[in-house]
Protein backbone atom coordinates (compact mmCIF):
# COMPACT_ATOMS: atom_id res chain seq x y z
CA UNK A 1 0.00 0.00 0.00
CA UNK A 2 1.67 2.94 -0.82
CA UNK A 3 0.63 6.39 1.12
CA UNK A 4 -1.97 9.02 -0.46
CA UNK A 5 -2.31 11.48 1.78
CA UNK A 6 -0.63 12.34 5.02
CA UNK A 7 -2.14 15.37 7.54
CA UNK A 8 0.77 15.69 10.02
CA UNK A 9 0.78 17.62 13.00
CA UNK A 10 -1.95 20.39 11.64
CA UNK A 11 -3.73 23.06 13.98
CA UNK A 12 -6.27 25.82 13.10
CA UNK A 13 -7.01 28.77 15.65
CA UNK A 14 -10.54 30.59 14.76
CA UNK A 15 -9.79 33.96 16.84
CA UNK A 16 -9.26 32.48 19.90
CA UNK A 17 -10.75 29.00 19.41
CA UNK A 18 -8.70 25.78 18.91
CA UNK A 19 -10.86 24.20 16.18
CA UNK A 20 -7.78 21.75 15.42
CA UNK A 21 -4.76 20.77 17.60
CA UNK A 22 -1.84 18.37 16.53
CA UNK A 23 -4.28 15.87 14.07
CA UNK A 24 -2.29 13.26 11.70
CA UNK A 25 -3.48 10.46 10.14
CA UNK A 26 -2.40 9.21 7.11
CA UNK A 27 -4.40 7.64 4.03
CA UNK A 28 -3.37 4.58 1.82
CA UNK A 29 -4.13 4.64 -1.48
CA UNK A 30 -7.67 2.51 -2.46
CA UNK A 31 -9.11 3.00 1.28
CA UNK A 32 -11.74 3.93 2.64
CA UNK A 33 -11.62 5.86 5.69
CA UNK A 34 -13.64 7.48 8.12
CA UNK A 35 -13.95 10.85 10.31
CA UNK A 36 -16.67 11.28 13.30
CA UNK A 37 -17.11 12.46 16.30
CA UNK A 38 -19.39 15.24 18.34
CA UNK A 39 -20.48 18.47 16.62
CA UNK A 40 -18.09 21.27 16.79
CA UNK A 41 -15.47 18.23 17.26
CA UNK A 42 -13.91 19.79 14.20
CA UNK A 43 -14.52 17.42 10.86
CA UNK A 44 -15.18 20.13 8.62
CA UNK A 45 -12.26 22.33 9.36
CA UNK A 46 -10.08 19.29 9.21
CA UNK A 47 -11.78 18.17 5.35
CA UNK A 48 -11.78 22.13 4.70
CA UNK A 49 -8.05 22.54 4.98
CA UNK A 50 -7.42 19.79 2.63
CA UNK A 51 -9.75 20.87 0.45
CA UNK A 52 -7.73 24.03 0.31
CA UNK A 53 -10.70 26.26 2.03
CA UNK A 54 -8.27 27.03 4.47
CA UNK A 55 -4.70 26.97 5.02
CA UNK A 56 -3.49 25.16 8.91
CA UNK A 57 -1.94 27.38 11.23
CA UNK A 58 0.82 24.78 11.75
CA UNK A 59 1.79 21.34 10.33
CA UNK A 60 1.41 19.94 6.73
CA UNK A 61 -0.32 18.25 4.58
CA UNK A 62 1.10 15.90 1.99
CA UNK A 63 -1.20 14.37 -1.37
CA UNK A 64 1.27 12.08 -3.28
CA UNK A 65 4.39 13.15 -1.62
CA UNK A 66 3.79 17.14 -2.09
CA UNK A 67 2.81 19.36 0.14
CA UNK A 68 -0.49 20.66 -0.80
CA UNK A 69 -1.01 23.04 2.49
CA UNK A 70 -1.49 26.52 1.44
CA UNK A 71 -2.98 25.74 -1.92
CA UNK A 72 -6.69 27.35 -3.39
CA UNK A 73 -9.24 25.50 -3.42
CA UNK A 74 -9.14 24.87 -7.45
CA UNK A 75 -5.30 23.85 -7.33
CA UNK A 76 -5.77 21.15 -4.55
CA UNK A 77 -9.29 19.56 -6.69
CA UNK A 78 -6.42 19.50 -10.15
CA UNK A 79 -3.88 17.38 -8.15
CA UNK A 80 -6.84 14.71 -7.63
CA UNK A 81 -8.91 15.66 -4.98
CA UNK A 82 -12.78 15.66 -5.34
CA UNK A 83 -15.13 17.39 -2.75
CA UNK A 84 -18.35 17.65 -1.43
CA UNK A 85 -20.40 20.18 0.64
CA UNK A 86 -21.94 19.42 3.95
CA UNK A 87 -24.56 21.60 2.56
CA UNK A 88 -25.12 20.87 -0.81
CA UNK A 89 -24.20 23.21 -3.65
CA UNK A 90 -25.50 22.26 -6.89
CA UNK A 91 -25.89 24.86 -9.65
CA UNK A 92 -29.66 25.31 -9.41
CA UNK A 93 -30.38 26.62 -13.00
CA UNK A 94 -28.63 23.92 -14.64
CA UNK A 95 -29.12 20.76 -15.31
CA UNK A 96 -28.14 17.39 -13.63
CA UNK A 97 -25.96 16.61 -16.62
CA UNK A 98 -24.60 20.22 -16.84
CA UNK A 99 -23.97 20.21 -13.49
CA UNK A 100 -21.45 17.12 -14.00
CA UNK A 101 -20.79 17.96 -17.13
CA UNK A 102 -18.68 21.36 -15.54
CA UNK A 103 -16.75 18.91 -13.44
CA UNK A 104 -15.83 16.50 -16.74
CA UNK A 105 -14.81 19.25 -18.39
CA UNK A 106 -11.73 20.01 -16.13
CA UNK A 107 -9.90 17.29 -17.40
CA UNK A 108 -11.49 16.98 -21.27
CA UNK A 109 -11.61 20.34 -23.33
CA UNK A 110 -13.69 18.00 -26.11
CA UNK A 111 -17.26 18.58 -25.13
CA UNK A 112 -18.48 15.51 -26.66
CA UNK A 113 -15.88 12.93 -24.48
CA UNK A 114 -17.15 14.86 -21.20
CA UNK A 115 -21.05 14.66 -21.96
CA UNK A 116 -19.84 10.92 -22.35
CA UNK A 117 -18.24 10.91 -19.27
CA UNK A 118 -20.86 13.18 -17.33
CA UNK A 119 -23.34 10.06 -18.32
CA UNK A 120 -21.42 7.43 -17.63
CA UNK A 121 -21.37 8.44 -13.91
CA UNK A 122 -24.53 9.31 -13.75
CA UNK A 123 -25.84 6.22 -14.54
CA UNK A 124 -23.03 4.41 -12.06
CA UNK A 125 -24.65 6.88 -9.28
CA UNK A 126 -28.38 6.40 -10.66
CA UNK A 127 -29.50 9.71 -11.84
CA UNK A 128 -29.18 9.15 -15.89
CA UNK A 129 -32.78 9.43 -16.20
CA UNK A 130 -33.22 12.56 -14.37
CA UNK A 131 -30.24 14.38 -16.25
CA UNK A 132 -32.53 16.83 -18.30
CA UNK A 133 -34.25 17.93 -15.25
CA UNK A 134 -32.89 21.40 -13.61
CA UNK A 135 -30.40 20.67 -10.19
CA UNK A 136 -33.15 22.79 -8.29
CA UNK A 137 -36.11 20.26 -8.86
CA UNK A 138 -34.24 17.85 -7.60
CA UNK A 139 -35.03 16.29 -4.10
CA UNK A 140 -32.59 16.34 -1.31
CA UNK A 141 -31.34 12.51 -1.21
CA UNK A 142 -30.82 13.03 -5.25
CA UNK A 143 -29.05 17.12 -4.86
CA UNK A 144 -26.77 14.73 -2.30
CA UNK A 145 -26.44 12.20 -4.91
CA UNK A 146 -25.37 15.03 -7.86
CA UNK A 147 -23.07 16.00 -5.40
CA UNK A 148 -20.81 12.95 -5.34
CA UNK A 149 -21.51 12.50 -9.34
CA UNK A 150 -19.95 15.83 -9.56
CA UNK A 151 -17.20 15.52 -7.84
CA UNK A 152 -16.06 12.18 -9.30
CA UNK A 153 -16.21 13.77 -12.80
CA UNK A 154 -13.08 15.97 -12.17
CA UNK A 155 -11.74 12.42 -11.86
CA UNK A 156 -10.54 12.14 -8.39
CA UNK A 157 -7.76 9.96 -7.31
CA UNK A 158 -8.93 11.03 -3.55
CA UNK A 159 -12.92 11.67 -3.24
CA UNK A 160 -13.90 13.94 0.30
CA UNK A 161 -17.82 13.67 1.22
CA UNK A 162 -18.38 15.95 3.95
CA UNK A 163 -21.65 14.09 5.60
CA UNK A 164 -23.16 12.54 2.35
CA UNK A 165 -25.89 10.31 4.25
CA UNK A 166 -27.25 12.98 6.48
CA UNK A 167 -30.81 13.39 5.74
CA UNK A 168 -31.71 10.39 3.82
CA UNK A 169 -33.48 7.73 4.70
CA UNK A 170 -31.84 4.18 5.56
CA UNK A 171 -33.18 2.46 2.67
CA UNK A 172 -31.68 5.65 0.75
CA UNK A 173 -28.41 5.27 2.87
CA UNK A 174 -28.19 1.50 2.17
CA UNK A 175 -28.57 2.38 -1.51
CA UNK A 176 -25.02 5.53 -1.29
CA UNK A 177 -22.91 2.81 0.88
CA UNK A 178 -23.46 0.10 -2.08
CA UNK A 179 -22.76 3.03 -4.66
CA UNK A 180 -19.58 4.14 -2.84
CA UNK A 181 -18.58 0.80 -2.11
CA UNK A 182 -18.96 0.09 -5.65
CA UNK A 183 -16.99 2.73 -7.35
CA UNK A 184 -14.22 2.39 -4.72
CA UNK A 185 -13.68 -1.99 -6.07
CA UNK A 186 -14.54 -0.55 -9.69
CA UNK A 187 -12.11 2.65 -10.15
CA UNK A 188 -9.77 2.79 -6.81
CA UNK A 189 -10.77 5.72 -5.75
CA UNK A 190 -9.79 6.76 -2.21
CA UNK A 191 -12.67 8.15 -0.08
CA UNK A 192 -12.34 9.97 3.33
CA UNK A 193 -15.64 10.53 4.70
CA UNK A 194 -16.92 12.38 7.48
CA UNK A 195 -20.17 11.07 8.77
CA UNK A 196 -22.31 10.77 11.45
CA UNK A 197 -24.58 7.94 10.25
CA UNK A 198 -22.90 5.44 12.41
CA UNK A 199 -24.84 2.60 9.94
CA UNK A 200 -23.01 3.68 7.21
CA UNK A 201 -19.46 4.26 8.63
CA UNK A 202 -19.74 0.27 10.39
CA UNK A 203 -20.17 -0.71 6.50
CA UNK A 204 -18.14 1.44 4.78
CA UNK A 205 -15.35 2.29 6.35
CA UNK A 206 -12.00 0.27 6.97
CA UNK A 207 -10.64 2.96 9.24
CA UNK A 208 -11.84 5.05 11.47
CA UNK A 209 -10.46 8.67 13.04
CA UNK A 210 -12.49 10.08 15.82
CA UNK A 211 -12.09 13.74 17.23
CA UNK A 212 -13.45 15.49 19.85
CA UNK A 213 -12.62 18.98 20.71
CA UNK A 214 -10.01 19.19 17.74
CA UNK A 215 -7.70 16.32 19.29
CA UNK A 216 -7.56 12.46 17.89
CA UNK A 217 -9.14 10.46 20.65
CA UNK A 218 -8.74 7.38 18.55
CA UNK A 219 -8.07 5.66 15.37
CA UNK A 220 -8.68 1.57 14.43
CA UNK A 221 -11.12 -0.67 12.70
CA UNK A 222 -14.74 -0.11 12.87
CA UNK A 223 -15.31 -2.40 15.12
CA UNK A 224 -12.81 -1.38 17.70
CA UNK A 225 -13.55 1.77 17.90
CA UNK A 226 -17.32 1.18 18.67
CA UNK A 227 -15.50 -0.29 21.71
CA UNK A 228 -13.27 2.06 22.76
CA UNK A 229 -14.39 3.78 25.83
CA UNK A 230 -13.10 7.26 25.07
CA UNK A 231 -15.39 7.19 22.29
CA UNK A 232 -18.52 5.78 23.78
CA UNK A 233 -17.72 8.55 26.61
CA UNK A 234 -17.57 11.25 24.32
CA UNK A 235 -19.28 10.47 21.07
CA UNK A 236 -21.63 7.09 20.76
CA UNK A 237 -22.57 6.77 24.63
CA UNK A 238 -23.56 10.76 24.34
CA UNK A 239 -25.32 9.73 20.87
CA UNK A 240 -26.95 6.82 22.26
CA UNK A 241 -28.29 8.80 25.58
CA UNK A 242 -29.13 11.77 23.24
CA UNK B 1 -17.44 23.79 -38.19
CA UNK B 2 -20.49 24.78 -39.49
CA UNK B 3 -22.34 21.44 -38.76
CA UNK B 4 -21.23 22.01 -35.23
CA UNK B 5 -22.89 25.06 -35.16
CA UNK B 6 -25.52 23.75 -35.52
CA UNK B 7 -25.17 20.58 -33.10
CA UNK B 8 -28.20 20.41 -31.07
CA UNK B 9 -30.23 22.97 -32.41
CA UNK B 10 -33.32 22.21 -33.90
CA UNK B 11 -35.07 22.71 -37.03
CA UNK B 12 -37.83 24.96 -35.84
CA UNK B 13 -35.34 27.34 -34.00
CA UNK B 14 -33.20 27.26 -37.41
CA UNK B 15 -36.46 27.95 -39.68
CA UNK B 16 -37.55 30.98 -37.20
CA UNK B 17 -34.19 32.57 -36.89
CA UNK B 18 -33.74 32.52 -41.15
CA UNK B 19 -37.27 33.90 -41.45
CA UNK B 20 -36.21 37.20 -39.03
CA UNK B 21 -32.78 37.28 -40.68
CA UNK B 22 -34.52 37.54 -44.00
CA UNK B 23 -36.88 40.15 -42.92
CA UNK B 24 -34.12 42.06 -41.09
CA UNK B 25 -31.93 42.24 -44.85
CA UNK B 26 -35.26 43.31 -46.73
CA UNK B 27 -36.52 45.63 -43.85
CA UNK B 28 -34.55 48.80 -45.82
CA UNK B 29 -36.21 48.04 -48.95
CA UNK B 30 -39.46 48.87 -46.94
CA UNK B 31 -38.54 50.76 -44.37
CA UNK B 32 -39.20 54.66 -44.06
CA UNK B 33 -35.90 56.90 -42.68
CA UNK B 34 -38.12 56.74 -39.18
CA UNK B 35 -38.40 52.90 -39.19
CA UNK B 36 -34.81 52.37 -40.25
CA UNK B 37 -33.84 55.08 -37.48
CA UNK B 38 -35.58 52.50 -34.83
CA UNK B 39 -34.54 49.32 -36.59
CA UNK B 40 -30.96 50.96 -36.17
CA UNK B 41 -31.81 51.79 -31.80
CA UNK B 42 -33.29 48.04 -32.04
CA UNK B 43 -30.03 47.08 -33.34
CA UNK B 44 -27.55 49.11 -31.23
CA UNK B 45 -29.46 48.06 -27.97
CA UNK B 46 -29.65 44.28 -29.31
CA UNK B 47 -25.86 43.66 -29.65
CA UNK B 48 -24.77 45.77 -26.55
CA UNK B 49 -27.06 44.12 -24.08
CA UNK B 50 -25.74 41.02 -26.12
CA UNK B 51 -21.83 41.99 -25.10
CA UNK B 52 -22.71 43.24 -21.21
CA UNK B 53 -24.69 39.43 -21.50
CA UNK B 54 -21.93 37.25 -21.93
CA UNK B 55 -20.51 39.12 -18.12
CA UNK B 56 -24.15 39.01 -16.09
CA UNK B 57 -26.11 36.51 -18.14
CA UNK B 58 -22.85 34.13 -18.50
CA UNK B 59 -20.10 34.67 -16.11
CA UNK B 60 -22.81 36.17 -13.17
CA UNK B 61 -21.00 39.70 -12.71
CA UNK B 62 -23.05 42.50 -12.93
CA UNK B 63 -21.88 45.63 -14.57
CA UNK B 64 -23.64 48.62 -14.07
CA UNK B 65 -20.83 50.80 -16.17
CA UNK B 66 -20.86 49.31 -19.35
CA UNK B 67 -20.92 53.11 -20.84
CA UNK B 68 -16.97 53.28 -20.02
CA UNK B 69 -16.64 50.91 -22.91
CA UNK B 70 -19.23 52.33 -25.49
CA UNK B 71 -17.66 55.57 -24.41
CA UNK B 72 -14.05 54.39 -24.57
CA UNK B 73 -14.98 52.73 -28.10
CA UNK B 74 -16.27 55.62 -29.50
CA UNK B 75 -13.67 58.39 -28.24
CA UNK B 76 -10.80 56.07 -29.49
CA UNK B 77 -12.13 55.94 -32.82
CA UNK B 78 -12.79 59.52 -32.76
CA UNK B 79 -10.00 60.83 -32.13
CA UNK B 80 -7.78 58.40 -34.36
CA UNK B 81 -10.00 59.32 -36.98
CA UNK B 82 -10.03 63.60 -36.33
CA UNK B 83 -6.24 63.71 -35.09
CA UNK B 84 -4.65 61.16 -37.25
CA UNK B 85 -6.70 60.59 -40.26
CA UNK B 86 -7.39 56.89 -39.22
CA UNK B 87 -10.28 55.13 -40.28
CA UNK B 88 -12.85 53.52 -38.42
CA UNK B 89 -11.93 49.84 -38.68
CA UNK B 90 -8.03 50.68 -38.08
CA UNK B 91 -9.65 52.81 -34.91
CA UNK B 92 -11.58 49.86 -33.92
CA UNK B 93 -8.74 47.39 -33.39
CA UNK B 94 -7.38 50.42 -31.19
CA UNK B 95 -11.34 50.76 -29.57
CA UNK B 96 -11.23 46.82 -28.41
CA UNK B 97 -7.37 47.37 -27.53
CA UNK B 98 -8.36 49.99 -25.27
CA UNK B 99 -11.61 48.51 -23.52
CA UNK B 100 -9.81 45.59 -23.14
CA UNK B 101 -7.29 47.38 -20.84
CA UNK B 102 -9.67 48.98 -18.84
CA UNK B 103 -11.62 46.22 -18.56
CA UNK B 104 -9.08 43.76 -17.62
CA UNK B 105 -7.60 46.86 -14.78
CA UNK B 106 -11.52 46.78 -13.53
CA UNK B 107 -11.52 42.84 -13.16
CA UNK B 108 -8.44 42.62 -11.84
CA UNK B 109 -9.08 45.29 -9.35
CA UNK B 110 -11.97 43.39 -8.01
CA UNK B 111 -11.68 39.75 -8.47
CA UNK B 112 -7.58 39.98 -7.45
CA UNK B 113 -9.14 41.64 -3.94
CA UNK B 114 -12.48 39.60 -4.06
CA UNK B 115 -14.74 42.35 -4.48
CA UNK B 116 -18.09 40.57 -5.78
CA UNK B 117 -21.92 41.31 -5.94
CA UNK B 118 -23.40 44.78 -5.08
CA UNK B 119 -19.83 45.65 -4.34
CA UNK B 120 -18.24 44.73 -7.78
CA UNK B 121 -21.40 47.04 -9.29
CA UNK B 122 -21.14 49.80 -7.62
CA UNK B 123 -16.82 49.67 -8.47
CA UNK B 124 -18.00 49.79 -12.00
CA UNK B 125 -20.42 52.40 -11.46
CA UNK B 126 -17.45 54.47 -9.90
CA UNK B 127 -15.21 53.64 -12.86
CA UNK B 128 -17.66 54.84 -15.39
CA UNK B 129 -17.99 57.89 -13.39
CA UNK B 130 -14.52 58.36 -12.91
CA UNK B 131 -14.20 58.17 -16.50
CA UNK B 132 -17.42 60.84 -17.32
CA UNK B 133 -15.51 63.42 -15.28
CA UNK B 134 -12.10 62.52 -16.32
CA UNK B 135 -13.40 63.14 -19.97
CA UNK B 136 -15.28 66.49 -18.88
CA UNK B 137 -11.52 67.76 -18.67
CA UNK B 138 -9.86 65.92 -21.39
CA UNK B 139 -9.23 69.00 -24.26
CA UNK B 140 -7.67 66.89 -26.68
CA UNK B 141 -10.71 65.61 -27.24
CA UNK B 142 -12.88 68.54 -26.65
CA UNK B 143 -13.78 68.56 -22.44
CA UNK B 144 -16.89 69.04 -21.79
CA UNK B 145 -17.81 71.06 -24.73
CA UNK B 146 -17.96 67.84 -26.64
CA UNK B 147 -16.13 66.20 -29.94
CA UNK B 148 -17.11 66.22 -33.03
CA UNK B 149 -16.76 64.17 -36.15
CA UNK B 150 -16.75 66.07 -39.76
CA UNK B 151 -20.11 65.60 -41.34
CA UNK B 152 -19.78 65.43 -45.12
CA UNK B 153 -22.30 65.20 -47.04
CA UNK B 154 -21.64 61.46 -49.30
CA UNK B 155 -23.46 61.15 -52.46
CA UNK B 156 -22.41 57.47 -51.92
CA UNK B 157 -21.62 55.52 -49.15
CA UNK B 158 -18.46 55.07 -47.97
CA UNK B 159 -18.43 51.81 -45.77
CA UNK B 160 -14.55 52.17 -45.16
CA UNK B 161 -14.47 55.29 -43.46
CA UNK B 162 -18.03 54.76 -42.14
CA UNK B 163 -19.93 57.83 -43.95
CA UNK B 164 -23.20 57.32 -45.32
CA UNK B 165 -26.60 56.68 -44.89
CA UNK B 166 -28.97 55.25 -42.01
CA UNK B 167 -29.03 51.99 -44.60
CA UNK B 168 -25.19 51.04 -44.58
CA UNK B 169 -25.16 51.83 -40.75
CA UNK B 170 -28.12 49.30 -40.32
CA UNK B 171 -26.55 46.57 -41.99
CA UNK B 172 -23.23 47.44 -40.59
CA UNK B 173 -25.11 46.50 -37.06
CA UNK B 174 -27.14 43.79 -38.51
CA UNK B 175 -23.99 42.10 -39.39
CA UNK B 176 -22.51 43.05 -35.82
CA UNK B 177 -25.17 41.94 -33.88
CA UNK B 178 -25.83 38.52 -36.30
CA UNK B 179 -22.23 37.86 -35.35
CA UNK B 180 -22.57 39.03 -31.48
CA UNK B 181 -25.58 36.35 -31.78
CA UNK B 182 -22.92 33.27 -33.35
CA UNK B 183 -20.24 33.90 -30.82
CA UNK B 184 -21.86 34.11 -27.97
CA UNK B 185 -23.76 30.98 -28.86
CA UNK B 186 -20.52 28.95 -29.02
CA UNK B 187 -18.87 30.33 -25.65
CA UNK B 188 -22.07 29.50 -24.13
CA UNK B 189 -21.48 25.99 -25.43
CA UNK B 190 -18.14 25.64 -25.03
CA UNK B 191 -15.70 24.66 -21.94
CA UNK B 192 -15.63 28.20 -20.69
CA UNK B 193 -19.30 28.75 -21.41
CA UNK B 194 -20.02 26.10 -18.53
CA UNK B 195 -17.18 27.55 -16.28
CA UNK B 196 -19.03 31.11 -16.46
CA UNK B 197 -22.22 29.25 -15.53
CA UNK B 198 -21.18 27.43 -12.68
CA UNK B 199 -19.01 30.36 -11.16
CA UNK B 200 -22.37 32.05 -11.93
CA UNK B 201 -24.69 29.57 -9.82
CA UNK B 202 -21.68 29.45 -6.92
CA UNK B 203 -18.34 30.54 -7.25
CA UNK B 204 -17.50 28.06 -4.30
CA UNK B 205 -18.68 25.03 -5.57
CA UNK B 206 -16.96 26.20 -8.76
CA UNK B 207 -13.70 26.79 -7.62
CA UNK B 208 -14.18 23.09 -5.49
CA UNK B 209 -14.54 21.68 -9.08
CA UNK B 210 -10.56 23.07 -9.89
CA UNK B 211 -12.21 26.29 -11.79
CA UNK B 212 -9.88 28.72 -11.56
CA UNK B 213 -12.37 31.54 -10.82
CA UNK B 214 -10.17 34.28 -11.32
CA UNK B 215 -9.03 33.63 -14.93
CA UNK B 216 -12.56 32.73 -16.35
CA UNK B 217 -13.95 36.10 -14.46
CA UNK B 218 -11.02 37.90 -16.15
CA UNK B 219 -11.81 35.96 -19.24
CA UNK B 220 -15.71 37.22 -19.49
CA UNK B 221 -14.69 41.08 -18.50
CA UNK B 222 -12.38 41.28 -21.15
CA UNK B 223 -14.35 39.69 -23.49
CA UNK B 224 -17.64 41.81 -22.39
CA UNK B 225 -15.59 44.95 -22.80
CA UNK B 226 -13.90 44.41 -26.12
CA UNK B 227 -17.34 43.42 -28.02
CA UNK B 228 -18.89 46.61 -26.19
CA UNK B 229 -16.32 48.95 -27.28
CA UNK B 230 -17.18 48.45 -31.20
CA UNK B 231 -20.85 49.72 -30.29
CA UNK B 232 -19.30 52.74 -29.34
CA UNK B 233 -17.14 52.97 -32.75
CA UNK B 234 -20.69 52.85 -34.46
CA UNK B 235 -22.56 55.42 -32.08
CA UNK B 236 -19.16 57.46 -32.72
CA UNK B 237 -19.71 57.02 -37.04
CA UNK B 238 -23.52 57.52 -36.61
CA UNK B 239 -24.37 60.27 -34.30
CA UNK B 240 -20.68 62.48 -35.00
CA UNK B 241 -20.87 63.65 -31.69
CA UNK B 242 -19.70 62.85 -28.30
CA UNK B 243 -20.16 64.39 -25.09
CA UNK B 244 -18.70 62.79 -22.16
CA UNK B 245 -22.02 64.05 -19.85
CA UNK B 246 -24.16 61.76 -22.10
CA UNK B 247 -21.80 58.85 -22.88
CA UNK B 248 -20.14 57.94 -19.68
CA UNK B 249 -23.57 59.24 -17.69
CA UNK B 250 -24.91 55.99 -15.44
CA UNK B 251 -28.32 56.26 -17.38
CA UNK B 252 -26.50 55.36 -19.70
CA UNK B 253 -25.38 52.05 -18.52
CA UNK B 254 -28.67 51.39 -17.53
CA UNK B 255 -29.77 51.98 -20.73
CA UNK B 256 -28.07 49.49 -22.38
CA UNK B 257 -28.87 46.44 -19.60
CA UNK B 258 -32.68 46.52 -20.11
CA UNK B 259 -32.89 44.59 -23.35
CA UNK B 260 -31.27 41.45 -21.89
CA UNK B 261 -32.79 42.00 -18.74
CA UNK B 262 -36.02 42.00 -20.28
CA UNK B 263 -35.53 39.30 -22.41
CA UNK B 264 -33.94 36.76 -19.93
CA UNK B 265 -30.45 37.37 -18.56
CA UNK B 266 -28.47 34.60 -19.48
CA UNK B 267 -30.34 33.59 -22.89
CA UNK B 268 -29.27 34.47 -26.59
CA UNK B 269 -32.19 35.50 -27.54
CA UNK B 270 -33.21 37.61 -24.84
CA UNK B 271 -31.13 40.77 -25.82
CA UNK B 272 -32.60 40.56 -28.95
CA UNK B 273 -36.12 40.36 -27.86
CA UNK B 274 -35.56 42.90 -25.09
CA UNK B 275 -34.25 45.31 -27.69
CA UNK B 276 -36.91 45.21 -29.79
CA UNK B 277 -39.61 45.15 -27.00
CA UNK B 278 -38.46 48.03 -25.42
CA UNK B 279 -37.75 50.55 -28.46
CA UNK B 280 -40.78 49.00 -30.08
CA UNK B 281 -42.54 50.29 -26.63
CA UNK B 282 -41.26 53.37 -26.54
CA UNK B 283 -41.58 54.54 -30.17
CA UNK B 284 -45.32 53.07 -29.84
CA UNK B 285 -46.08 55.23 -26.72
CA UNK B 286 -44.50 58.14 -28.13
CA UNK B 287 -46.74 57.30 -31.59
CA UNK B 288 -49.92 56.65 -29.50
CA UNK B 289 -49.58 59.85 -26.75
CA UNK B 290 -48.95 62.28 -30.04
CA UNK B 291 -52.34 60.64 -32.02
CA UNK B 292 -54.60 61.27 -29.14
CA UNK B 293 -52.54 64.22 -28.78
CA UNK B 294 -51.65 63.98 -24.58
CA UNK B 295 -48.15 65.74 -24.48
CA UNK B 296 -47.58 65.94 -20.56
CA UNK B 297 -44.04 66.10 -20.09
CA UNK B 298 -42.57 62.97 -18.43
CA UNK B 299 -45.52 61.05 -19.34
CA UNK B 300 -44.34 58.94 -21.57
CA UNK B 301 -41.42 57.70 -18.85
CA UNK B 302 -44.28 57.02 -16.56
CA UNK B 303 -46.06 54.56 -18.80
CA UNK B 304 -42.76 52.71 -20.08
CA UNK B 305 -41.89 52.42 -16.45
CA UNK B 306 -45.15 50.77 -15.38
CA UNK B 307 -44.97 48.60 -18.33
CA UNK B 308 -41.57 47.57 -17.38
CA UNK B 309 -43.03 46.95 -13.85
CA UNK B 310 -45.25 44.72 -15.11
CA UNK B 311 -43.26 42.39 -17.53
CA UNK B 312 -40.59 41.89 -14.07
CA UNK B 313 -43.20 41.49 -12.29
CA UNK B 314 -45.59 38.95 -14.55
CA UNK B 315 -41.89 37.07 -15.83
CA UNK B 316 -39.25 37.30 -13.63
CA UNK B 317 -37.10 35.41 -16.08
CA UNK B 318 -37.46 37.98 -18.81
CA UNK B 319 -39.88 37.37 -21.98
CA UNK B 320 -37.99 35.12 -23.85
CA UNK B 321 -37.79 31.62 -21.46
CA UNK B 322 -41.15 31.31 -21.24
CA UNK B 323 -42.27 32.16 -24.82
CA UNK B 324 -39.24 29.13 -26.00
CA UNK B 325 -41.39 26.99 -23.82
CA UNK B 326 -44.66 28.22 -25.79
CA UNK B 327 -42.92 27.92 -29.11
CA UNK B 328 -41.87 24.59 -28.24
CA UNK B 329 -38.23 25.15 -28.89
CA UNK B 330 -36.45 23.69 -25.72
CA UNK B 331 -32.96 21.97 -26.37
CA UNK B 332 -33.82 19.66 -24.16
CA UNK B 333 -36.44 17.88 -25.13
CA UNK B 334 -34.66 17.12 -28.78
CA UNK B 335 -31.21 16.16 -26.94
CA UNK B 336 -33.51 13.23 -24.73
CA UNK B 337 -35.17 12.20 -28.23
CA UNK B 338 -31.70 12.02 -29.88
CA UNK B 339 -29.73 10.03 -26.76
Known amino acids: MTTLLTVDRVAKNFTGLRAIENVSFSLDAGEIFAVIGPNGAGKTTLFNMIAGVFAPDAGTIAYCGQRIDGLRPDQVCRRGIGRTFQIVRPFPALTVEDNVMVGALLRRSDMAAARRRAHEILSQIDLLDKRGLRASALTLPDRKRLEVARALATDPKLLLLDEVMAGLRPTETDRMVEILRQLNQSTGVTILLIEHVMRAVMALAQRVLVLHHGAVIAEGAPGEIVRDPAVIQSYLGVEAAG | ?339
Request: with cysteine; aromatic share 16%; hydrophobic share 55%.
Open chain 2, 1 to 339: MMGRLLDGVSKRVLIGLFTVFAALIIAPLFANDYLLTILILILYFAYTGQAWNIMMGFAGQLSLGHAIYVGLGAYTTAALYVHFGIGPWIGMAAAVAVAVVCGAIIGFLAFRFGVGGVYFAILTIAFAEFFRIGFDHFKWVGGSAGFFLPVANYASNDLWNLRGNPAMFYYVLLAMTSGAFILCHILLRSRMGYFWQAIREDEQAARALGIDTFRYKMYAVVISAGMTSISGVLFAFYYNNLFPEQIFHISRSIELILAPIIGGVGTLFGPIIGAFLLTGLAEALHEAMNALGFDAPGAKQVFYGICLLFVVMVLPDGVWPPLKKALRLNPHESDRGKS
